[in-house]
Nanobody, 120 residues
Framework: QVQLVESGGGLVQAGGSLRLSCAASGRTFSSYAMGWFRQAPGKEREFVAGISWNRLTIRYVDSVKGRFTISRDNGKNTVYLQMNSLKPEDTAVYYC?????????????WGQGTQVTVSS
């Protein structure tokens, strides 16, 4: 099992940018699909973005397409989420996830989360 630690959250004004990072432990990072989920107060956790181990499969929720970019550096055991043109509705705790495939990320390992707050 892989351990995940997120960083990079914070407070930003609408229209601003943040980059989240997720560092993974373990020598098998490159074999995992990785992704990001978020959970806003009073709402269910939702899928944001996912990337397969070989980067051939990349998926985004419709609400972030064109604004967020997921990437991974297998040499650094790290996955990133570049978030641009942030909106107040992007405010949430963002969680990193690892799984066998992008489709099965929710059943895999989770990080502790990092708070992203976008002010209007």
């Amino acid at each position: 099992q892989v351990q995940l630690v997120e960083s990079g959250g914070g407070l930003v004004q609408a229209g601003g940018s943040l980059r989240l990072s997720c560092a993974a432990s373990g020598r098998t990072f490159s074999s995992y699909a990785m992704g990001w989920f978020r959970q806003a107060p009073g709402k269910e956790r939702e899928f944001v973005a996912g990337i397969s181990w070989n980067r051939l499969t990349i998926r985004y929720v419709d609400s972030v397409k064109g604004r967020f970019t997921i990437s991974r550096d297998n040499g650094k055991n790290t996955v990133y989420l570049q978030m641009n043109s942030l909106k107040p509705e992007d405010t949430a705790v963002y969680y990193c996830a690892a799984g066998a495939t992008v489709a099965t990320l929710s059943g895999g390992s989770w990080g502790q989360g990092t708070q992203v707050t976008v002010s209007s």
